[in-house]
């Protein structure tokens, strides 16, 4: 990049105070002469800069009347704009920050490369984690992963099938109203190539319909299974695709979010397409689940909400959002619990179906937790606790208080005889990911992880 200096007193005149009047300003005829020495020095030096730049955004195939080249500077999933959208030249000018421009530029390169490797697969191995939305005020918008997983594998095969065990093995449909079937056929019709029959084989350890997130896990497993099989790949950079093609199907980002990225997610949809951001996760945060035995259906949830609020819980609850992104992104465990307090969805399904609820986030506050609150619609309640440190089992327990905080839980739950189960985990800072396929994308040279 060029740089041109001009003398500092070459074009500032020497303005001077008439010696009668004390009150007229004057410029010398020296003064003058300068400041038009001044305006054809950068003049010339505007025009020759101006040509630089002109040379430097024509091809050099092009003759000299073409227009500059343009490149795309980002791909939106269906956005109906797409084609119309602005484009600027490769010779903007990249500042620290433009990661996404770097990032495009990038792919722009590679991307010859990248359409040559990327082949139909056989069969596929997706593992997906649970998540816990609305986090309190968060509602539909705010959500974490949580270090419990499911594995899909789905398989080219003669007929269509779906196999499970573990949690909910028998309760999940086996026909193509499962999600993960819903999540596959999505990746297809989005890569435009004919879906084949497959055989889906699913080993589930998230709770299913509890609250944790299971069929934003089954979308999420199943777009990814699609995507590999078909041999597609999606923009991520200025477009995250995936997102929109889980949350077109979920119909909101707090749980689909964290599954894909993991972490703590904030999501929203812009006018034109669903974006996130990442919460910073404390350190020794730990997760203490009361998971009741009964199942509790989204919908009929939903079906106790009213379509509008006041004007004072929506302040109420836009305060607590900002207070719990707050004492995630700095640390302070101590206001989690105002920051997960809520009026838009808690007190009402409380008062109609979770009666055990407020009792159980008090009951797991006084024992030490920072917070507590419903996980997604429920039943589950999610308490916060802090002081892990490494491996758990090698701490002292008397350093930890997730003890304290699960048998106070487990008394509550005895006191309003609602019969489950206690599990102990943390946030997962990973989200969904390929731990097998057929045939690999390794190679003799290159190894990815879990030698996929």
């Not at 989005?190 to 055989?199: R, V």
């Not at 923009?235 to 964290?258: K, T």
């Not at 985990?425 to 990911?433: E, F, L, V, Y």
Request: aromatic share 8%; charged share 20%; net charge neutral.
């Amino acid at each position: 990049m060029y740089s041109y200096y001009v003398p500092y007193n070459l074009y500032l005149p020497h303005w001077t105070v008439d010696k009668h009047t004390r009150s007229t300003l004057t410029m010398t005829s020296n003064d003058t002469t300068k400041l038009a020495a001044t305006a054809l020095v950068a003049g010339g030096l505007g025009a020759l800069l101006s040509y630089y730049l002109s040379q430097r955004q024509r091809p050099s195939s092009s003759p000299p009347n073409a227009l500059a080249h343009t490149t795309r500077t980002s791909f939106i999933f269906h956005d109906p704009t797409n084609e119309t959208t602005p484009t600027t030249s490769d010779a903007t000018v990249l500042f620290p920050h433009s990661h996404e421009e770097r990032m495009r530029r990038r792919i722009a390169a590679r991307m010859s490369i990248e359409e040559e490797n990327s082949q139909p697969r056989r069969s596929v191995t997706v593992r997906v984690p649970a998540s816990s939305a609305n986090c309190g005020p968060g509602f539909d918008c705010i959500g974490l992963a949580v270090d419990l997983w499911t594995e899909v594998t789905v398989s080219r095969a003669e007929t269509f099938e779906i196999t499970a065990e573990g949690e909910g093995a028998d309760d999940m449909p086996k026909d193509e109203t499962n999600y993960i079937v819903t999540g596959v056929k999505a990746a297809y019709e989005t890569a435009e190539k004919p879906m084949p029959p497959l055989k889906y084989h699913i080993v589930s350890r998230i709770p299913y319909a509890r609250g944790l997130g299971s069929s934003s896990a089954a979308i999420v497993a199943g777009i990814i299974a699609g995507l590999v099989l078909a041999g597609h790949r999606l923009p991520v950079w200025g477009s995250e695709s995936l997102l929109q093609i889980a949350a077109s199907i979920e119909g909101h980002p707090d749980n689909v979010a964290p599954v894909i990225y993991g972490g703590f997610q904030i999501g929203i949809h812009n006018g034109t397409r669903w974006i996130t951001e990442r919460i910073p996760t404390p350190p020794g945060l730990q997760l203490v689940m009361f998971i009741p035995d009964f199942i509790g259906k989204t919908s009929a949830a939903r079906g106790l909400l009213k379509d509008t609020i006041n004007r004072q819980d929506a302040a109420f609850n836009i305060g607590r959002v900002a207070f719990l992104v707050h004492a995630l992104a700095v640390g302070n465990l101590d206001n989690l619990k105002w920051g997960v307090q809520d009026k838009m969805h808690q007190p009402q399904r409380a008062a109609a179906i979770y009666p055990h609820l407020y009792p159980m986030i008090k009951a797991a506050e006084e024992a030490g937790a920072c917070c507590a609150y419903l996980s997604g619609a429920g039943p589950t309640v999610m308490a916060m606790t802090s002081g892990a440190s490494g491996d758990i089992f090698t701490q002292r327990e008397k350093e930890r208080t997730d003890f304290t905080v699960a048998r106070a839980m487990m008394e509550v739950a005895q006191e309003f005889n609602v019969k489950g189960r206690i599990v102990v985990t943390q946030a997962s800072q990973d989200g969904a990911r390929v731990v097998k396929v057929d045939p690999p994308f390794s190679t003799a040279d290159i190894t990815f992880r879990d030698n996929v």
